[in-house]
């Protein structure tokens, strides 16, 4: 099998991909305190994983509000200074020529509630370590929606590519798709499969009308049980969701979706039957594909699937030519568990340097 699919161009929404690999949105926790990406450090890490021109990055999971985090040191982009740090870090990526989307989020019940004391969901179902959430009115649900679409304005003030709704991994709009954490409404937002999705679709619509769908995308991950979600049977609300993504709004840049094989930030072990691929049939736009990608498996999906990108994280971190080194079959830096996640730290975060057999032909 020839490696040409991994390394053909692609056209994504306004973008022109070089390449189908693609860095996910990982949360790295080095913002300053007020949520703003650091000066020193995001725009050099960002920008330096852009080795081979035309890759696309999807940067951290990033507040749309005040109201919608929670964790110190993650990002948001709602205020001024927040937005500035976001166009030195668009700035540095597009020198480069690379693509960056940012991933808009609301921690919703995952909130730990120490920052920010109101924690809320679609229901009252706590999160595992996590305070119990109260419901949102049927009100509050439609500011919710709204904060997505100013989040979305404001990523493309500071100069980003576009955005992607975090609907994946238990967080707000996940909350609402799955009947684990959402399970007692009765109002338009809670029952039905078409009233449990009701609230993504809208956040979806609003960012689309905000924005332009061309620089809208949306991440899912119906077998994840991280944040102890995963509903019994994920297929009929997922496939009815991305049945309704694709009726409605055919032109967002790219549906993302986690595979089976991963949960979170770790892998899992999946079910028997699951799989992405009858979502993926649904969906005739550019699909994201995550979770477990080798070298090896990376460019078989792509030899086999049109139109696809592989998103690679654990591994983009500690290998920021990553995309060379896939190419020139060269052996991929260990990562290191323990600096994931250190509050500010340089360490692990900056300090990955690019192979020597790549000098001369890359850098
Ligand atoms: C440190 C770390 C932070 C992560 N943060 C996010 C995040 O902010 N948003 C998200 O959707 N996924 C997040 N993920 C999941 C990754 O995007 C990706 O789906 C996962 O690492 C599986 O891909 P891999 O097997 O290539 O590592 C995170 C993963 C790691 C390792």
């Not at 926790?29 to 890490?45: F, M």
């Not at 986690?258 to 999946?270: T, W």
């Not at 699909?287 to 080798?294: H, K, L, N, R, V």
Request: negative net charge.
């Amino acid at each position: 099998m020839s490696d040409d699919a991994l390394y053909t161009a692609l056209k994504v929404g306004r973008m022109t991909l070089g390449h189908r690999i693609a860095f996910p949105p990982v949360t790295r926790y080095r913002c300053d305190d007020d949520g703003t990406p650091n000066a020193d450090l995001a725009p050099q890490y960002y920008s330096e994983r852009c080795l081979v021109p035309g890759t696309l990055l999807i940067a951290e999971a990033t507040d749309v509000s005040a109201t919608g985090g929670g964790y110190i040191n993650s990002p948001g982009i709602y205020s001024e200074r927040q937005i500035e740090g976001w166009r030195k870090v668009a700035d540095a990526v597009h020198a480069k020529k690379g693509y960056i989307f940012v991933q808009v989020w609301n921690l919703g019940r995952v909130n730990p509630g120490t920052k920010d004391k109101d924690v809320f969901s679609a229901g009252t179902v706590q999160c595992p370590d996590r305070p119990k959430p109260r419901m949102l009115s049927t009100a509050e649900v439609k500011e919710k929606a709204a904060e997505y679409a100013t989040a979305a304005k404001n990523a493309i003030a500071a100069g980003l590519d576009g955005i992607e709704i975090h609907g994946a991994h238990g967080y707000l709009v996940d909350q609402f798709l799955q009947d684990v954490t959402n399970n007692e409404r009765t109002d338009e937002y809670g029952g039905s499969i078409e009233n449990r999705a009701r609230f993504g679709l809208e956040v979806v619509q609003a960012c689309v009308d905000a924005i332009g769908a061309d620089r809208v995308a949306i991440r899912l991950s119906p077998f994840s049980r991280v944040q102890a979600m995963r509903m019994a049977d994920p297929f009929p609300t997922f496939l009815y969701f991305v049945e309704q993504l694709q009726e409605r709004f055919p032109g967002l840049a790219y549906v993302h979706m986690v595979e089976p094989r991963a949960g979170g930030n770790n892998d899992q072990i999946p079910n028997e039957g699951d799989s992405t691929e009858p979502f993926r049939k649904l969906w005739k736009g550019v699909w994201i594909s995550a979770g477990g990608y080798t070298p090896e498996n990376a460019k078989e999906y792509a030899a086999t699937h049109e139109n696809t990108v592989v998103a690679i994280g654990r591994n983009f971190i500690s290998n920021p030519d990553l995309v060379a080194k896939f190419k020139e079959k060269l052996a991929l830096t260990s990562y290191d568990r323990s600096t994931f996640y250190t509050n500010k730290a340089k360490e692990g975060y900056l300090g990955y340097t690019y192979a020597e057999e790549l000098r001369g032909k890359y850098y």
